[in-house]
């Protein structure tokens, strides 16, 4: 989620707990219903350069993916 002068999202950031806080750009992750189930800084995905590192990217979307977050797969079998 970001934010411009231009365009708030007064609503939207009230909406999602005001990830504001964590600073912009922050990543909002939602679950099927619209749910927020966590907020990122994104601060951690990068590379030390102000750009993303490929690999912490992929490994923070595969660890909130709807599989990583069934239950299912966890059980014993």
């Given amino acids: 989620m970001n934010y411009s002068k231009e ?9 999602y707990d005001y990830p504001q ?13 619209g749910k ?6 994104s601060w951690y995905l990068e590379d030390g350069k102000k750009s993303y590192d ?12 709807p599989l990583a977050l069934d239950p299912k797969q966890y059980k014993e079998q």
């Fill in 21 to 33: 806080r964590f600073g912009f750009p922050v990543f909002l992750v939602l679950n099927a219903d």
């Fill in 54 to 65: 490929r690999d912490k990217v992929i490994e923070f979307l595969t660890d909130w993916s």
């Fill in 36 to 41: 927020l189930i966590e907020t990122q800084n």
């Fill in 7 to 15: 365009n708030y999202n007064a609503k939207l950031l009230a909406k």
